[in-house]
């Protein structure tokens, strides 16, 4: 998935599509499936695994499917499409609000005792990276200073924070992986 979009499905009897995205902490998803000749379910499971949330339906002759979603951690969720009866089938067309399946980095928070920043969407415990920062935005890569190198954590997130006392000018920061 990227971006604001819409995406096409088909559903065969007993099958299940497997959709993933990336999210920070806050983020929103705002899913709808609707479908042709079934009614649609959504099951949306968060980074570790864990049901989240998923959709109910009261009428057979319901053909659309709708869940929103804030995000409380970040990583990368996955969403399961199904038929909610037994043996539905059919195509369907799943719209979904920005979300992406690419390596990214979540707005920072600034609190009292510094900045957090997170990256998500790495490989598990092998995409390697480097996170440079600089106060020149315009100064070419080989000029910015690397905080941190390091690999994605088992859910691919990493989290780096950085203390001070005042705040820094003007902070740019970029992710690079290897």
């Given at each position: 998935?990227?971006?604001?979009?819409?995406?096409?499905?088909?559903?065969?009897?007993?099958?299940?599509?497997?959709?993933?995205?990336?999210?920070?902490?806050?983020?929103?998803?705002?899913?709808?499936?609707?479908?042709?000749?079934?009614?649609?379910?959504?099951?949306?499971?968060?980074?570790?695994?864990?049901?989240?949330?998923?959709?109910?339906?009261?009428?057979?002759?319901?053909?659309?499917?709708?869940?929103?979603?804030?995000?409380?951690?970040?990583?990368?969720?996955?969403?399961?499409?199904?038929?909610?009866?037994?043996?539905?089938?059919?195509?369907?067309?799943?719209?979904?609000?920005?979300?992406?399946?690419?390596?990214?980095?979540?707005?920072?928070?600034?609190?009292?005792?510094?900045?957090?920043?997170?990256?998500?969407?790495?490989?598990?415990?092998?995409?390697?990276?480097?996170?440079?920062?600089?106060?020149?935005?315009?100064?070419?890569?080989?000029?910015?200073?690397?905080?941190?190198?390091?690999?994605?954590?088992?859910?691919?997130?990493?989290?780096?924070s950085n203390t001070f006392e005042t705040f820094p000018p003007q902070q740019y920061y970029q992710l690079?992986?290897?």
């Amino acid at each position: 998935m990227g971006g604001e979009a819409a995406y096409a499905g088909t559903l065969q009897i007993g099958d299940e599509d497997l959709w993933t995205f990336t999210a920070c902490a806050g983020d929103y998803a705002a899913i709808q499936v609707v479908g042709t000749l079934f009614t649609p379910s959504i099951r949306l499971y968060g980074p570790d695994g864990s049901l989240l949330s998923e959709t109910k339906s009261s009428s057979l002759n319901t053909r659309s499917a709708s869940l929103l979603y804030q995000a409380t951690n970040c990583g990368t969720f996955l969403m399961v499409i199904s038929s909610y009866y037994l043996n539905g089938t059919g195509t369907y067309q799943l719209s979904a609000n920005d979300l992406s399946d690419r390596i990214r980095l979540c707005l920072p928070t600034l609190s009292a005792s510094g900045l957090t920043l997170t990256g998500v969407r790495g490989t598990a415990n092998a995409t390697r990276f480097i996170l440079s920062t600089t106060t020149n935005a315009a100064a070419p890569l080989t000029q910015w200073t690397p905080v941190l190198t390091n690999t994605f954590d088992a859910h691919g997130v990493f989290i780096y924070s950085n203390t001070f006392e005042t705040f820094p000018p003007q902070q740019y920061y970029q992710l690079t992986t290897e």
